[in-house]
């Protein structure tokens, strides 16, 4: 519902914007129309008036210094002298203002001019109240003197009705313009975002049940496109990180059950009868086997779960690497002790590092874990530093049973064990590794591994250059 309040939001959104930026635009062509066609009326009232004007001055004869009409009989009965729908209005005047001669369809009225002109003019004035387009110009005598003006005008009336009903069509029309534009653009909104309402609406049914389910991609190749395959994209990642805890999940499950199952059946014979001392101990001692175990395995989920949900944050600081290392081996001495593994430093340069020294020296010890476990007693465990451009590579190697290629893409996978390991009775949780894995990750230090079944295994921790 949220959903489609949205939607229809965003709709009226474009259409508004559409209609705001159009609106700007019919305004400013709608300026610009009235402009121009109140111009070319002006413009052609102009022209009228001056053709007139034409006539008039063929009527007038100018002298030296005063000017006389030369066709007084003509200037009389001419045109001027009826009310037409449409008069001229003709005045002639001194440069004092007083008339000399004026059209008889301005009766009583006289056209008003503008003093100390020297050439001719346009301009809209008003004659008894109504406009009228007026053009003076001055009489010029034979030595270049102003002896009068010539006024000739028409009504404009008939241009300001035009002007004043272009005027309220235009304001009549844009907003109709508008709205019909919003409705248009409401509406093609609408059916551009449609395609987006079937994205919702498959994604809005996909649930943790049906993860498998994707949307289906549209026709074109458009953003609407991709946005799709960037969804489908992140449900496959989705569905992997969901098929991946379920399968933890189980996994956990099952290899908690099988030491927990150990301990229910050691203590369900032990009740069964008396038993002597000794056979209890010897009991006890399995079941105290499985607990250690069991607790093992719990720490080991533990750290990775905490990992797992980002909730502690590395720190980098700079590690002597063969200090940490000894750290680790003297932690470890007890274990050492009874493999009787001989240590060894080959080629190892007292290099400086920086990493988490917490993760590094768990990473450290779960390798050095393995190749006590996975060697013969006796062997040799091998600490070596190399560099690359980049790089300060710390290897551990042992001579212990080894990996074959088949199985070693998965010995960092939670709970892997390889057949060897699972079926002998070397004791393990299939953590170590993924806990190794992870640590390597969360620090960005890539951890690699060579091995070899009967010859022995190569862990190398990638560094990068101080
Ligand atoms: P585990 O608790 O079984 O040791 P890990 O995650 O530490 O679990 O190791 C996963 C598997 O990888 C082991 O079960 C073992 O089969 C194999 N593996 C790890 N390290 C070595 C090694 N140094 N030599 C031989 N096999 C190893």
């Not at 037409?84 to 000399?100: H, K, L, R, S, Y």
């Not at 927990?260 to 050691?266: A, D, M, Q, V, Y």
Request: aromatic share 8%; net charge neutral; hydrophobic share 40%.
């Amino acid at each position: 519902m949220a959903i489609n309040v949205m939607q229809v939001n965003l709709r009226n959104r474009i259409a508004g914007y559409y209609v705001f930026t159009t609106g700007i635009l019919i305004a400013g062509i709608f300026l610009l129309l009235y402009y121009v066609i109140a111009q070319t009326m002006y413009a052609h009232l102009d022209e009228d008036l001056t053709t007139e004007s034409t006539e008039v001055f063929k009527s007038i004869v100018v002298l030296s210094n005063q000017f006389v009409f030369a066709n007084p009989y003509e200037w009389k009965e001419g045109e001027h002298k009826q009310v037409e729908v449409n008069p001229t209005f003709i005045q002639v005047v001194d440069t004092a203002g007083n008339f000399v001669r004026k059209s008889e369809n301005l009766f009583s009225a006289t056209l008003s001019g503008r003093k100390d002109l020297h050439s001719k003019v346009f301009y809209s004035t008003t004659l008894s109240n109504s406009s009228i387009r007026q053009l003076q110009m001055p009489i010029v005598s034979t030595e270049n003197k102003i002896l009068g003006y010539l006024l000739i005008a028409v009504p404009l009336s008939e241009v300001e009705i035009l002007l004043h009903n272009l005027q309220i069509l235009l304001v009549i029309v844009y907003p109709i313009t508008l709205f019909l534009l919003f409705i248009l653009s409401r509406f093609i909104a609408g059916k551009s975002i449609s395609p987006v309402n079937k994205v919702i609406s498959t994604a809005e049914h996909i649930t943790k049940e049906n993860l498998e389910e994707r949307i289906e991609l549209p026709q074109h190749k458009d953003e609407l496109y991709r946005l799709t395959a960037t969804i489908n994209q992140l449900l496959d990642r989705l569905q992997d990180t969901v098929v991946r805890e379920q399968q933890f999940t189980s996994d956990a499950s099952h290899e908690l059950r099988t030491p927990l199952t150990s301990i229910k059946g050691t203590l369900e014979v032990l009740i069964r009868k008396p038993r002597t001392a000794k056979q209890y101990a010897a009991k006890i001692a399995v079941v105290i086997t499985e607990v250690n175990r069991l607790s093992h395995m719990v720490e080991q989920l533990l750290t990775l779960a905490r990992y797992e949900n980002h909730q502690i944050q590395k720190s980098f600081t700079r590690i002597h690497l063969p200090s940490l290392i000894q750290n680790v081996l003297n932690r470890m001495e007890n274990e050492i002790e009874v493999s009787q593994m001989k240590i060894r430093f080959k080629n190892f340069a007292s290099e400086t590092v920086e990493a988490d020294e917490y993760m590094t020296g768990v990473m450290i010890e779960n390798i050095v874990a393995n190749a006590l476990k996975y060697s013969k007693q006796g062997s040799n465990l091998t600490f070596s530093t190399s560099k690359t451009t980049t790089e300060i590579l710390c290897s551990i190697s042992d001579k212990g049973l080894g990996i074959s290629e088949e199985q070693l893409p998965y010995i960092f996978d939670r709970f892997y064990r390889t057949d060897e390991s699972r079926t002998s009775s070397i004791p393990g949780t299939g953590l170590g590794l993924a806990i190794v894995k992870k640590f390597s990750d969360v620090q960005s230090l890539p951890i690699t591994v060579e091995s070899e079944i009967g010859i022995g295994t190569t862990f190398t921790i990638h560094f990068p250059k101080l």
